[in-house]
C-alpha cells in the first residue's frame, strides 16, 4: 500500500512487536500544539493571514509568487512568533491569485522552500501552494450536493477503484479519460453499447466508490501529463490538495478542487458516496517532506540511532501518538469531509497509527455526518516503536469505535495465500481453510459454533460487532482474483475459473459485516499477472470493457448478488447477539463444504430461512436441507434474487465449485 506495494496481511509482524524501545524522540512531547483548523493560510475581511506551526524555528518567512513555477518572488514577509509555537503575519489582499511557500530557519540554517503540510491549493506538481478562496472552486449546486445516507456500514457495497483503471480503455467511451471528470459523463458505453463509467457503477449497484489516492502526490510529473504516467498513488506530498494529474489543468490550482468536486456531485447525484483513501501513515520523502521543513524530525518516529523508523515499508513512518500530529490527521479528514462532502474513509496501513487517534477520527467525522464511515488495514508492514496494543491493528479493533478492518481472514481462507500465487483456497478446492471461511461469516464475531484457534490467521474473535469488519477476496494490492485463479488453477478451463469467482464473491456477499470488490472484477477484468502493479502502463491497469460482453454471465451474477445483499437485511445483522442466534451452521465435516442458515426472520428479513451452502471441491456434492417450501435463489452458478424456482428440501446436489442458496418465507 505504499509505492512498493507492500501488503502484510498476517498478524505476525504487527502482533510480534518490538521490544518497547524507547522512543528517543521523547523531547517533541515538551512541545507547545495547536489543535486550530487555520494554520497557513486565512483569507479574510482583513487581508491573508499567514501562520506556520514550527515550535523550533530560529526565524520563518512566506515568499509571494505571481505563478506556480519558474517565477520570482513579488513579495517577501517574515512571521513573528506568537503562542502555541505558531508563527504569524499578515498580507494584501491584492495577493488572491498568487501562490506562496513557507521557509524557516532551524538550527542556524534556512531550509528549503515548502508549501506547508496545510496546502488546500496548490499549482503544478504541488511546489508552491495557491492564495484561492475555495468558494470559487465550488461546482453550481454544490451548497445542496448530499451523499446517500447510510444508517449502518453493513448497508454499504464498497466499489474499489483507481481514476485510470476504470476510464483509459479506448472501449469505456469515456472523453476524459484518467480525470476526475471520467465519473461525471452520462451515457458512455463499450463500441457494441455496454454501458462504461458511473452508468456502469448504477447498473451494478454498488453503494460507494472507494477511489484510490487522490489528494496530491508525487510520483507523477504533472508538467509532463502527455507521457500517460501511471501511479496508484501511495506516496503523499500535499494531503489536503487533490492530485494534478486527474485534472484537466495543473496549472490552475482551481481545476483540481473543482474537477474533484463535480466527480463528488456527479456520483452523488447518483446516489453513490465517495471514499478516499488516506494514506498519513509515511509520506513519499522524508528529509526534504512538508513535515520536515515545517517542524525537523517532529511529525516522524525515529529509532535508537536517531534514523527513521519504517514500519510503513516506504522508507518513514509517522507519528499520530504526537499530539500535533494527531490534530493534523484529525483536521484534514474534516476538512476533506466539509468541504470537498467525502462519505468515507479508507485508513492504508492504518496499525501505524495509535488506538485512540483512531478512535477520534471516526468520532470527529460522526459529528460532521453521522453517515460517515471509517475502515482501514489492521496491520503495519514493518515493525514500530508504538506499542503493539496501542497499534490500531486489526485484533484492537473491538477497543475502537467507529473503526472497521479488512478481513484477511476471509480473504486468505476463500482464496488462498495472497503471497504464494499458487496457493489455493476453500473456493478452489484445498482443504482446512472452512473455519477460517465461517469465522468470515460470522465476520469475526464470537460465535459457539466457530472454532477459533483452526483459524489460519486471527486465532480469537476480534470483532465486537459487524460493523468493524469489511469482507473481500482481492483489492488493488497482489493478484486479481481472475490472476490468481489462473495462477492458482493453471489447468482448470476459462469457464472453471469463472464459477470459482462467482462462488468467491458469493460468500463474501452473503458473509456478515460489510462486502467490498475490486473494480472490474464483474468483468473478470485480470492485470496480465502482474501482482504488483503500482506503477505498471495502462496496458496492465485499464479495464478492457469488451470484456463486459464476453463475461455478460458475470457480470450478471454479480448484480444479482448485489440486489439480493441489498434486498436482505438477514446478511446485514448489526450486532454479534444477533448473529450468534439467527447463524446455525449444519454438522457438514467434509473438505470444501460449509453449510449454514440465517434462522428467525433476521435483521426483519421477509425471509424466515435462507440456506447457504458453498461447494468449494471439484465434485458435485449431497446436503440434507429441511423439508419445506423452499425458493431456489443460486444454484449451479446461476442467481436470481427473485428465484428460479422451487424445491421440498431433502437430500440436495451442490455442483462442483458453487453456491446453493435457498430461501423460505414459512
Ligand atoms: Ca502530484
Known amino acids: ?47 491573508i493571514k499567514f501562520s506556520l506551526w514550527s515550535p523550533e524555528a530560529d526565524a520563518v518567512r512566506v515568499r509571494i509568487y505571481p505563478t506556480d513555477r519558474n517565477s520570482d518572488p513579488l513579495e517577501i514577509i517574515d512571521l513573528t512568533k506568537g503562542e502555541n509555537g ?19 530557519a532551524h538550527r542556524g540554517k534556512w531550509l528549503d522552500e515548502t508549501p506547508g503540510i496545510w496546502a488546500k491549493a496548490v499549482g503544478t506538481n504541488g511546489h508552491r501552494a495557491a492564495i484561492v478562496n475555495l468558494d470559487d472552486t465550488d461546482p453550481i449546486a454544490w451548497e445542496s450536493d448530499k451523499g446517500p445516507k447510510v444508517e449502518s456500514i453493513n448497508d454499504v457495497v464498497l466499489y474499489e477503484m483507481h481514476h485510470r483503471d476504470f476510464s483509459m480503455h479506448p472501449s469505456s467511451g469515456i472523453v476524459h479519460k484518467g480525470k476526475f471528470l471520467a465519473l461525471t459523463e452520462q451515457g458512455t458505453t463499450t463500441p457494441s453499447g455496454d454501458k462504461t463509467g458511473i452508468d456502469h457503477l448504477k447498473e451494478l449497484g454498488i453503494t460507494h466508490v472507494h477511489i484510490l489516492p487522490s489528494y496530491d502526490y508525487n510520483s507523477v510529473d504533472e508538467a509532463n501529463l502527455q507521457s500517460n504516467q501511471y501511479n496508484w ?67 516522524y518516529r525515529h529509532r535508537q540511532d536517531g534514523s527513521y523508523s519504517d514500519a510503513s515499508g516506504c522508507g518513514n513512518e509517522t507519528a499520530s501518538d504526537r499530539q500535533q500530529m494527531r490534530n493534523f490527521i484529525i483536521n484534514s479528514v474534516k476538512y476533506w469531509a466539509s468541504e470537498y462532502h467525502i462519505d468515507g474513509f479508507r485508513f492504508d496501513l492504518m496499525a501505524i497509527h495509535d488506538t485512540e487517534t483512531m478512535t477520534e477520527v471516526a468520532k470527529a467525522l460522526k459529528e460532521i455526518n453521522p453517515s460517515i464511515f471509517v475502515y482501514g488495514e489492521g496491520w503495519t508492514a514493518g515493525d514500530s516503536p508504538l506499542p503493539v496494543e496501542r497499534r490500531a491493528l486489526k485484533e484492537n479493533v473491538a477497543k475502537m469505535e ?38 468470515g461469516i460470522v465476520a469475526s464475531t464470537a460465535h459457539p459454533q466457530v472454532d477459533y484457534t483452526k483459524g489460519n490467521n486471527s486465532k480469537f474473535a476480534y470483532a465486537s460487532s459487524p460493523s468493524q469488519i469489511i469482507n473481500y477476496v482481492s483489492c488493488h494490492d497482489d493478484l486479481t482474483l481472475t490472476d490468481k485463479l489462473a495462477k492458482s488453477m493453471p489447468d482448470a478451463s476459462v ?24 473494480a472490474g472484477e464483474e ?13 505498471s502502463p495502462d496496458s496492465i491497469n485499464a479495464i478492457d470493457w469488451t470484456q463486459k ?48 442458515s440465517i434462522k428467525n426472520n433476521a435483521n426483519g ?59 423460505r418465507v414459512k
Open 1 to 47: 500500500m505504499c509505492t512498493r506495494g507492500l501488503t502484510f496481511g498476517l498478524m505476525s509482524i504487527g502482533a510480534a512487536g518490538l521490544s518497547a524501545a524507547q522512543n528517543i524522540d521523547s523531547r517533541f512531547d515538551s512541545f507547545p500544539t495547536y489543535a486550530g483548523e487555520d494554520l497557513e493560510l486565512a483569507i479574510s475581511q482583513q487581508g
Open 86 to 104: 505558531v508563527w504569524r503575519a499578515i498580507a494584501s489582499a491584492d495577493h488572491i491569485g498568487h501562490f506562496y511557500t513557507f521557509q524557516i
Open 233 to 299: 498513488g501511495y506516496d503523499p506530498y500535499n494531503y489536503n490538495a487533490p492530485e494534478g494529474s486527474y485534472s484537466t489543468d495543473p496549472a490552475n490550482p482551481i481545476s483540481r478542487i473543482r474537477e474533484m468536486k463535480e466527480m463528488i456531485q456527479a456520483l452523488h447525484n447518483a446516489g453513490i458516496g465517495v471514499v478516499m483513501d488516506v494514506v498519513y501513515n509515511h509520506t513519499a520523502n522524508d528529509d526534504d517532506s512538508n513535515f520536515s521543513l515545517t517542524a525537523p524530525g517532529y511529525y
Open 402 to 439: 467507529g473503526i472497521a478492518v479488512f478481513s484477511d481472514d476471509i480473504r486468505d481462507a476463500i482464496k488462498g495465500h495472497y503471497s504464494n500465487a499458487a496457493d489455493r483456497g476453500f473456493a478452489t478446492g484445498k482443504p482446512g481453510n472452512e473455519e477460517t471461511v465461517k469465522i
Open 495 to 518: 469457464e472453471e475459473r469463472l464459477r470459482a469467482a462467482r462462488l468467491a464473491q458469493t460468500i463474501v456477499f452473503t458473509s456478515q459485516g460489510t462486502p467490498f470488490m475490486f
Open 523 to 535: 468483468v473478470f477484468r485480470d492485470k496480465h499477472g502482474v501482482h504488483n502493479s503500482y506503477k
Open 549 to 596: 460482453r464476453t463475461y455478460a454471465d458475470q457480470f450478471n451474477y454479480y448484480k444479482e448478488l448485489i440486489r439480493l445483499r441489498k434486498e436482505h437485511p438477514a446478511f446485514r445483522m448489526r450486532t454479534a447477539e444477533e448473529i450468534a442466534k439467527n447463524i446455525v451452521f449444519d454438522k457438514v465435516y467434509e473438505p470444501n463444504l460449509i453449510s449454514y
Open 605 to 663: 428479513d421477509e425471509w424466515k430461512e435462507i440456506k447457504l451452502v458453498f461447494n468449494g471441491s471439484d465434485e458435485a456434492k449431497t446436503v440434507k436441507v429441511g423439508k419445506g417450501d423452499w425458493t431456489i435463489i443460486a444454484e449451479d452458478g446461476k442467481i436470481n434474487a427473485d428465484g428460479m424456482g422451487n424445491t421440498r428440501g431433502g437430500n440436495l446436489t451442490v455442483a462442483p465449485r458453487s453456491a446453493l442458496i435457498l430461501a
